[in-house]
Protein backbone atom coordinates (compact mmCIF):
# COMPACT_ATOMS: atom_id res chain seq x y z
CA UNK A 1 0.00 0.00 0.00
CA UNK A 2 1.38 3.44 -0.14
CA UNK A 3 3.44 4.74 2.54
CA UNK A 4 3.66 8.18 4.07
CA UNK A 5 4.05 11.23 1.91
CA UNK A 6 4.66 14.59 2.40
CA UNK A 7 3.90 17.73 0.36
CA UNK A 8 6.15 19.90 -0.84
CA UNK A 9 8.95 17.95 -1.19
CA UNK A 10 10.98 21.17 -1.52
CA UNK A 11 9.76 24.38 -0.10
CA UNK A 12 12.52 27.82 -0.29
CA UNK A 13 10.77 30.94 1.34
CA UNK A 14 12.17 34.47 2.24
CA UNK A 15 12.97 35.02 6.25
CA UNK A 16 9.66 36.43 7.90
CA UNK A 17 7.78 34.38 6.09
CA UNK A 18 4.87 31.61 7.20
CA UNK A 19 4.89 28.42 6.13
CA UNK A 20 3.21 25.28 5.96
CA UNK A 21 4.05 21.73 5.65
CA UNK A 22 1.83 19.06 5.10
CA UNK A 23 2.27 14.99 6.11
CA UNK A 24 -0.28 11.94 4.77
CA UNK A 25 0.06 9.09 6.79
CA UNK A 26 -0.52 5.27 5.94
CA UNK A 27 -4.33 4.70 6.19
CA UNK A 28 -5.48 3.73 9.43
CA UNK A 29 -2.19 4.46 11.59
CA UNK A 30 -3.26 6.69 14.21
CA UNK A 31 -0.02 8.04 15.64
CA UNK A 32 1.70 10.40 13.94
CA UNK A 33 5.35 11.70 14.14
CA UNK A 34 7.31 15.34 12.97
CA UNK A 35 10.74 15.30 13.40
CA UNK A 36 13.37 17.81 12.03
CA UNK A 37 16.67 16.57 10.45
CA UNK A 38 19.46 19.37 9.97
CA UNK A 39 22.34 19.44 7.67
CA UNK A 40 24.83 16.40 9.24
CA UNK A 41 22.48 15.54 12.06
CA UNK A 42 19.97 12.90 12.77
CA UNK A 43 16.44 13.34 13.05
CA UNK A 44 15.10 15.05 16.43
CA UNK A 45 11.83 14.89 17.75
CA UNK A 46 9.20 17.81 17.32
CA UNK A 47 6.06 16.39 17.97
CA UNK A 48 3.69 13.58 18.04
CA UNK A 49 -0.14 12.91 17.58
CA UNK A 50 -2.05 9.84 19.02
CA UNK A 51 -5.48 10.67 17.10
CA UNK A 52 -6.64 14.03 16.77
CA UNK A 53 -4.60 15.24 19.62
CA UNK A 54 -0.94 16.37 20.39
CA UNK A 55 0.64 13.50 23.09
CA UNK A 56 3.61 14.89 23.16
CA UNK A 57 5.28 18.36 21.77
CA UNK A 58 8.26 18.80 23.69
CA UNK A 59 10.25 18.74 20.97
CA UNK A 60 8.73 21.98 19.24
CA UNK A 61 11.61 24.85 19.36
CA UNK A 62 9.10 28.01 20.42
CA UNK A 63 6.06 28.84 20.01
CA UNK A 64 6.31 29.51 16.14
CA UNK A 65 6.14 26.25 15.44
CA UNK A 66 2.79 24.51 15.71
CA UNK A 67 1.45 21.59 14.51
CA UNK A 68 -2.58 20.29 13.94
CA UNK A 69 -4.34 17.22 13.16
CA UNK A 70 -7.80 17.72 13.20
CA UNK A 71 -9.32 14.62 11.58
CA UNK A 72 -6.72 12.12 13.17
CA UNK A 73 -5.35 11.37 9.55
CA UNK A 74 -3.66 14.64 7.73
CA UNK A 75 -1.39 16.20 9.82
CA UNK A 76 0.10 20.07 9.03
CA UNK A 77 3.39 21.65 10.51
CA UNK A 78 3.43 25.53 10.47
CA UNK A 79 6.12 27.74 11.31
CA UNK A 80 5.35 31.34 11.50
CA UNK A 81 8.07 34.14 11.11
CA UNK A 82 10.56 31.72 9.56
CA UNK A 83 13.85 32.46 10.14
CA UNK A 84 17.30 31.07 8.28
CA UNK A 85 17.88 28.13 11.26
CA UNK A 86 14.68 26.52 10.34
CA UNK A 87 16.00 25.30 7.36
CA UNK A 88 16.13 21.75 7.45
CA UNK A 89 14.84 18.31 6.40
CA UNK A 90 11.02 18.15 8.02
CA UNK A 91 10.22 14.26 8.04
CA UNK A 92 6.60 13.19 9.13
CA UNK A 93 6.20 9.20 10.52
CA UNK A 94 3.27 7.22 11.18
CA UNK A 95 2.95 4.07 13.43
CA UNK A 96 -0.37 1.67 13.90
CA UNK A 97 -1.08 2.52 17.25
CA UNK A 98 1.79 4.64 19.06
CA UNK A 99 2.64 1.19 20.99
CA UNK A 100 5.71 0.51 22.53
CA UNK A 101 6.32 -2.41 19.90
CA UNK A 102 4.94 0.18 17.15
CA UNK A 103 6.97 0.55 14.00
CA UNK A 104 7.94 4.25 12.73
CA UNK A 105 7.51 4.72 8.60
CA UNK A 106 9.03 7.88 7.38
CA UNK A 107 7.99 9.69 4.27
CA UNK A 108 10.73 11.37 2.17
CA UNK A 109 10.49 14.61 3.88
CA UNK A 110 10.01 18.01 2.64
CA UNK A 111 13.33 20.22 2.20
CA UNK A 112 12.92 23.80 3.68
CA UNK A 113 15.37 26.35 2.61
CA UNK A 114 14.76 29.89 4.55
CA UNK A 115 16.46 32.68 2.68
CA UNK B 1 18.16 12.71 29.41
CA UNK B 2 18.52 10.26 26.33
CA UNK B 3 21.14 10.14 24.39
CA UNK B 4 22.71 8.40 21.40
CA UNK B 5 26.32 8.77 19.90
CA UNK B 6 27.41 7.49 16.90
CA UNK B 7 31.28 8.09 16.77
CA UNK B 8 32.09 7.84 13.47
CA UNK B 9 30.50 10.30 10.85
CA UNK B 10 32.35 8.16 8.12
CA UNK B 11 33.40 4.44 7.25
CA UNK B 12 34.90 3.15 4.76
CA UNK B 13 35.65 -0.49 3.67
CA UNK B 14 36.01 -3.06 1.06
CA UNK B 15 33.60 -5.66 -0.58
CA UNK B 16 33.85 -8.82 1.60
CA UNK B 17 35.60 -7.13 4.61
CA UNK B 18 33.61 -6.95 7.71
CA UNK B 19 31.54 -4.03 9.15
CA UNK B 20 30.74 -2.52 12.51
CA UNK B 21 28.94 0.35 13.03
CA UNK B 22 29.28 2.15 16.84
CA UNK B 23 26.39 3.73 18.50
CA UNK B 24 26.54 4.30 22.23
CA UNK B 25 23.48 5.27 24.54
CA UNK B 26 22.91 6.95 27.67
CA UNK B 27 18.88 6.26 29.13
CA UNK B 28 18.48 5.06 32.96
CA UNK B 29 15.91 3.19 32.31
CA UNK B 30 15.52 -0.05 30.06
CA UNK B 31 15.63 1.43 26.47
CA UNK B 32 14.43 -0.29 22.84
CA UNK B 33 17.43 0.28 20.28
CA UNK B 34 16.91 0.67 16.15
CA UNK B 35 19.25 1.09 13.47
CA UNK B 36 17.63 2.46 10.59
CA UNK B 37 19.12 2.88 7.65
CA UNK B 38 18.71 5.48 4.09
CA UNK B 39 20.15 4.12 1.04
CA UNK B 40 20.67 7.02 -1.89
CA UNK B 41 17.27 8.65 -3.02
CA UNK B 42 15.30 6.58 -0.65
CA UNK B 43 12.89 7.33 2.53
CA UNK B 44 14.53 6.30 5.97
CA UNK B 45 13.30 2.66 6.76
CA UNK B 46 13.66 0.99 9.74
CA UNK B 47 16.71 -2.21 9.44
CA UNK B 48 16.04 -3.87 12.83
CA UNK B 49 15.44 -3.61 16.21
CA UNK B 50 16.80 -5.23 19.71
CA UNK B 51 13.79 -7.13 20.60
CA UNK B 52 13.65 -8.91 17.62
CA UNK B 53 17.14 -10.55 17.44
CA UNK B 54 16.88 -11.46 13.98
CA UNK B 55 19.35 -10.94 11.27
CA UNK B 56 18.45 -8.30 8.18
CA UNK B 57 20.63 -8.25 5.44
CA UNK B 58 23.10 -10.36 7.12
CA UNK B 59 23.30 -7.53 9.63
CA UNK B 60 23.11 -8.07 13.28
CA UNK B 61 23.31 -6.13 16.80
CA UNK B 62 23.06 -6.92 20.38
CA UNK B 63 22.07 -4.85 22.69
CA UNK B 64 25.01 -4.84 25.59
CA UNK B 65 23.41 -3.20 28.88
CA UNK B 66 26.46 -3.10 30.67
CA UNK B 67 28.54 -0.78 28.10
CA UNK B 68 25.15 0.88 26.94
CA UNK B 69 26.14 0.08 23.34
CA UNK B 70 23.90 -1.13 20.29
CA UNK B 71 26.50 -2.07 17.51
CA UNK B 72 25.59 -2.79 14.26
CA UNK B 73 27.78 -5.60 12.56
CA UNK B 74 27.94 -7.82 9.63
CA UNK B 75 30.67 -10.43 8.86
CA UNK B 76 30.79 -9.80 4.78
CA UNK B 77 30.36 -6.21 3.32
CA UNK B 78 28.62 -6.00 0.17
CA UNK B 79 28.24 -3.22 -2.23
CA UNK B 80 24.60 -2.34 -1.52
CA UNK B 81 25.13 -1.64 2.17
CA UNK B 82 26.14 1.48 1.13
CA UNK B 83 24.19 3.87 2.73
CA UNK B 84 23.76 6.54 5.79
CA UNK B 85 22.89 4.47 8.92
CA UNK B 86 21.24 5.77 12.13
CA UNK B 87 21.11 4.19 15.71
CA UNK B 88 17.90 5.18 17.36
CA UNK B 89 16.29 4.82 21.31
CA UNK B 90 13.00 5.08 22.25
CA UNK B 91 11.91 4.83 25.70
CA UNK B 92 9.79 1.63 27.03
CA UNK B 93 7.10 4.33 28.72
CA UNK B 94 5.32 7.02 27.86
CA UNK B 95 6.45 8.91 24.81
CA UNK B 96 6.53 7.57 21.86
CA UNK B 97 9.67 9.27 20.36
CA UNK B 98 12.93 7.83 18.69
CA UNK B 99 15.58 9.86 19.52
CA UNK B 100 18.48 9.40 16.72
CA UNK B 101 22.41 9.83 16.48
CA UNK B 102 23.99 11.66 14.31
CA UNK B 103 24.26 8.98 11.80
CA UNK B 104 27.16 7.58 10.16
CA UNK B 105 28.00 7.50 5.97
CA UNK B 106 29.12 3.56 5.03
CA UNK B 107 30.81 3.11 2.22
CA UNK B 108 31.72 -0.17 0.83
CA UNK B 109 34.62 -0.03 -1.26
CA UNK B 110 34.36 -2.65 -4.68
Known amino acids: GAGVSQTPSNKVTEKGKYVELRCDPI?????LYWYRQSLGQGPEFLIY????????DSGLPNDRFFAVRPEGSVSTLKIQRTERGDSAVYLCASSLEGVAKDTQYFGPGTRLTVL | AQRVTQPEKLLSVFKGAPVELKCNYS??????LFWYVQYSRQRLQLLLR??SRESIKGFTADLNKGETSFHLKKPFAQEEDSAMYYCALKVRQGAQKLVFGQGTRLTINP
Open chain 2, 27 to 32: YSGSPE
Open chain 2, 50 to 51: HI
Open chain 1, 49 to 56: FQGTGAAD
Open chain 1, 27 to 31: SGHTA
